[in-house]
C-alpha cells in the first residue's frame, strides 16, 4: 500500500452545556418533592410544602457539568478530569483522534494508539495517526533500498530524504540540523506556525467554527469566514455569527471583524521590533498590537556572516573578517551562493540558490552537500479537516489532490446518518421523534436502527398507593401520581403532620419540638390553644422579679440578680451600668476609678477618676532617655548623659606625618562621643606622596570620585609607586619616546606597524622599468629597538633596442641624518648595502657612469643599445629584475624621537 497523508483535525475543543433537572412550569408542588436531605418529610422551598418548585433528585444520575445533579452534596463525582477522554482536563472536552484510539493522561489529551496501517510520523498528537503505511522494515544503505521509491520505515522520508539513506536530508523541527547548512529548524517559523507553535511538534487545537492560530509561540484561534467571538471563552470556539458593522474597514487593530470576512485587522501594519537576527514582525491579535524581539543566541558577533548575530544593531563588529582570497570565505555550503574576498574589506556572500517550485503543499530545500533541490510533499498542507469528504494528499507536480467523500446512508429513514469530520467514521443515530404521533399517552414509537419505525405500548400510570390520585394526562402526556396530605391528616399540631410520601402512602407524623433555638426558655406544645389544635409556647424567665427577662434571654434587664438594676432605673456614681442602657455613671464626668490620658505641654501623662466621679491631677510618667529630646517637659534635653544625643563638634586626628581636622557625633543611644572622622576630599584628598593625607593609616590609596592619585597621563595610563607618579601603559598607536611623565605617550606611531625582520617586510608591490615607476613611505623608529623592513620587485622589462632598468632607493627627508636603510637583493641572505644614510642605486652600465659621459664618447650607457640576440655593434639585453629588501633602522648614538623619515624607490629614471 502507497503511504498517503490524511486530514488534521485535532483534539475536539467541544464542552458539552449541562444542567440539573429543573421542574416545568407545570409541575405543581405534588410531584417535585426532593428526597429529603435536611430533615425527614421537610419540603426545602417552603414550610408546608404549599408553594414554589424544586428538583427531582431520586434516581437523577450524576452529569459534567458543574451541578449536584444526584443530590449527594458532590459535584462531578464520577468523573476524572485527569482520566476521562470525554472530559478531559474539564467538562465537555473530548478526546477525539484521526485513525487513533485517544487517551486522557494528566488532564491532556494524548494517542493511545493508532489504528491499523496508520501511523503517527510526525509525532503531533493534534492530527492524530496522520500517515497511512505498513511498515517494511529499515530503510539504509545497508538494506539496499535506497531506491525503491518506498517509504519502507513509514517516517514520512523516502530514499534520498531519508536519514537512514543520506547523511543531509530535507529540514525537519527536530531540533537538528538535517540539511547540513549550519543551521537548525530553519524552514520551521515557531513563532506563527500553529503545527509548531512556540516549540517543535506543539500543535494548536481545533475550536468551534474556528481554525488554529500560533501568535509568538502561543496557541489561539482565527474565526472562519461569518463567524465571531463575542464571549471571548476558548471552549466555545467563535459562537456568534458575524454582522459587518457600519464601518467596514480593517486599518485599525480592535480584535473585531467588521467585514465579517473571517479575518481580523487584516489591513493593519504593526511596527517590527528588534535588531538582526532577533528582528520580529508585530502582530494584532484580538485588539493587541504586539511586538517582542527574539532573544540574541550570542553574547558577542565573532562570526563574519554579515549578520547582526547579537542583535546589538551593528555587524560582525567582535569579529576579524579580514581576508585575502575566495578560498578562505568558502562555508562549503553551495546553497548560500559562492563567497568572494573583497581584499581590506572582507568576504562578501553569494546568491542563494532558489529552489521554489511554485507548489504550496511541498517543502523547498537545498542539499548542503551538493546544492541539489528537493521538494518534500507535505500531506498536511492540504488537509481541509474534514476527514468524510475523503484524505488529500500533496502531488509534488500537481499540488493537493482531493480525496473520494465517506458514503454513510444506511437506507433506513429513520435514522440520522453523519460522518465524524475528525475521524472519517459512519454513525447511524435512531430518531425516534422521526417516528412519533406526538402523543404520550398510547406509548412511545421508536425507530430500531435495522427495521425503522416500531409501535408503542401505552403507559401504566398507576402507583398502588390509596393517598395518591394516578392519571395519564393527554393535555400534557405525561403520567400525574399526586400526593394528597390532605387524605392522611387527623387535625392535632401536637402530633405533627401526617403526609402521603409517594410509594410508602400515609406516614404518622413527628411531633413539634417546639425549640426556639434559646436554651433559657421552657419550650410545650399546649394542644388547648388555638381551638384545641394546638399551638407552641416558649416562656422566658425572671429571677430577680422586676418583671424584666434577662438580656440573655429575649429581654431588657441587664442584671437578673438585682432588682435596683433595670431599664429605668436612677444612674449612680458606681462604675455599674444602673438602667441597662449600655451606659456607665454617664451622667458624670468620668467613670468611678478609672484611668485616663493626660498631657503636659506635649508630654504623655494619666489620671484617675475619684469616688465621686472627678478627674484627678494629671501626672506625667515618662524618664529622660538618650535621644536629643527633652522627654520629661522640664526643659533640659538628655540631661545625665555625657552629651546631647546626635549633636556634633570639631576634632584633630594626628598621624606622623599629618594632622587632621575632622568631627565626631554624640551617638544614640548610649549619648557619648563618637570617633573623630576626618573627610576624604578637599585639603585632605590622598594624593601620590607616600604620606597619609586622610590620616585613615593607609598611604597612597585610592581617594573618592572626583580626585586622582596622579596628574592624567596623555594617551595612556598612570601608576603610583612609592610616592611617585609613572607612566602605566600607553594606548594602541602611541609610544612614550621621551620617557617624560609631563609630555606622556607623545609619539603617534604608524598604524599598523611595519616588520621588524627582513623575512617578514611588508610588500611595496612591483616597480616596472617602462615606464619608470616610484613609491615614497614615511615612518618612524620609535625606540631604540625598532626597525621598519619592507621590499619591492624591480622589473626588467627587455626591449628590443634599449633598457633603462635602474633600482634607485634613497632617503628624501632624513633629519638630523639619524636614520639608516640596509639593502639585501634577491632574498635576505645576499646583503647589497649596509646602514645608508643617503642612497643606493642598481643599474647595468658596461663603460662605467652614465652620469657626466664625455663628449665624444663612443661607449654605450648602460644596455643602451642592445640587441636580444647577438649582434655586432650592439650589447646583449639582459633581464636582471629582482627582489629588493629594504629595512630602516636609527643610527648608533642617536637616542630615540618621534620625527620622521622619507625614503623613495623607483625604477627606470635615468
Known sequence: MAPRAVGTIGWLGVLAVLSGCPATADDTPSDVVREDVQGEGEVLDGEDGDEGTDVVCPGVPELCNGIDDDCDRMVDEDFDPQTDPANCGECGLLCAAVHAAPACVAGACRIAACDPGWVDANGAAVDGCEYECAPGGEETTEAGNCGDLQDNDCDGRTDGTDRGCAECVPELCNGFDDNCDGRTDESFDLDFDPMHCGACGRACPDFPNAMPACVLGSCDFQCEYGWSDLDGQRWNGCESPCVPGSDTAETACNGIDNDCDGLTDEDFAPAPCGAGVCRRDGTCFRGEERCVPRAPPVATDTICNHEDDDCDGATDEDADCRCYSDAECNDGNPCNGIETCEIGVGCRGGVSVSCDDRIECTDDGCNALDGSCYHLPVHARCVDGDACNGAETCDPARGCVAGTPVDCDDRVTCTADGCDPPTGRCSHVPVNADCGDGRFCNGDEICDPVRGCVPGTPPSCSDGVACTDDACNPATDTCVNTPIDARCDDGQFCNGAERCLGMAGCQPGTPPTCDDGLACTVDTCDPTLAGGAGRCVNTPPDLDGDTYPPLSCLGTDCNDSDASIRPGAAERCNAI??????????????????????????????????????????????????????????????????????????????????????????????????????????????????????????????????????????????????????????????????????????????????????????????????????????????????????????????????????????????????????????????????????????????????????????????????????????????????????????????????????????????
Not at 768 to 782: E, M, N, Y
Not at 785 to 808: M, P, R
Open 577 to 910: 451600668d444602673d438602667d441597662c442602657d449600655a451606659l456607665t455613671d454617664e451622667t458624670f464626668a468620668c467613670i468611678r476609678g478609672s484611668t485616663g490620658s493626660c498631657r503636659v505641654d506635649t508630654c504623655d501623662g494619666s489620671r484617675i477618676c475619684s469616688s465621686s466621679c472627678v478627674w484627678g491631677t494629671c501626672t506625667v510618667s515618662a524618664a529622660e532617655t538618650c535621644n536629643g529630646v527633652d522627654d520629661t517637659c522640664n526643659g533640659v534635653a538628655d540631661e545625665g548623659f555625657t552629651c546631647v544625643g546626635n549633636s556634633t563638634r570639631s576634632c584633630t586626628v594626628t598621624r606622623p606625618t599629618k594632622t587632621c581636622t575632622g568631627s565626631q557625633v554624640c551617638t544614640v543611644p548610649a549619648c557619648t562621643w563618637g570617633a573623630c572622622v576626618v573627610p576624604q576630599d578637599g585639603a585632605f584628598a590622598e594624593t601620590c606622596n607616600n604620606i597619609d593625607d586622610d590620616c585613615d593609616t593607609s598611604i597612597d590609596e585610592n581617594p573618592p570620585s572626583g580626585y586622582s592619585l596622579c596628574p592624567a597621563v596623555s594617551h595612556g595610563t598612570w601608576s603610583c609607586a612609592a610616592g611617585t607618579c609613572s607612566i602605566a601603559s600607553c594606548d594602541s598607536g602611541y609610544f612614550d619616546t621621551d620617557g617624560r611623565y609631563d609630555t606622556g605617550c607623545e609619539c603617534a606611531i604608524e598604524a599598523p606597524e611595519r616588520p621588524a625582520t627582513c623575512a617578514a617586510a611588508t610588500s611595496l608591490g612591483t616597480l616596472a622599468d617602462a615606464p619608470s615607476s616610484s613609491q615614497t613611505i614615511t615612518g618612524k623608529i620609535h625606540n631604540a629597538t625598532d626597525v621598519d623592513c619592507f621590499s619591492f620587485s624591480g622589473t626588467d622589462v627587455t626591449e628590443t633596442n634599449s633598457d633603462s632598468y635602474h633600482v634607485d632607493i634613497r632617503f628624501t627627508s632624513n633629519p638630523s641624518n639619524q636614520f639608516q636603510f640596509t639593502v639585501w637583493r634577491a632574498n635576505c641572505s645576499t646583503q647589497v648595502c649596509a646602514n645608508e644614510t643617503s642612497r643606493y642605486d642598481w643599474y647595468t652600465d658596461y663603460a662605467g657612469a652614465c652620469v657626466n659621459k664625455p663628449s665624444g664618447a663612443l661607449e654605450p650607457c648602460g644596455e643602451n643599445p642592445c640587441r636580444t640576440t647577438s649582434t655586432y655593434g650592439y650589447n646583449l639585453c639582459a633581464d636582471t629584475s629582482a627582489t629588493y629588501y629594504v629595512c630602516v633602522s636609527r643610527r648608533a648614538g642617536f637616542a630615540p624621537t618621534c620625527e620622521s623619515y622619507t625614503l623613495t624607490v623607483s625604477n627606470g629614471v635615468y
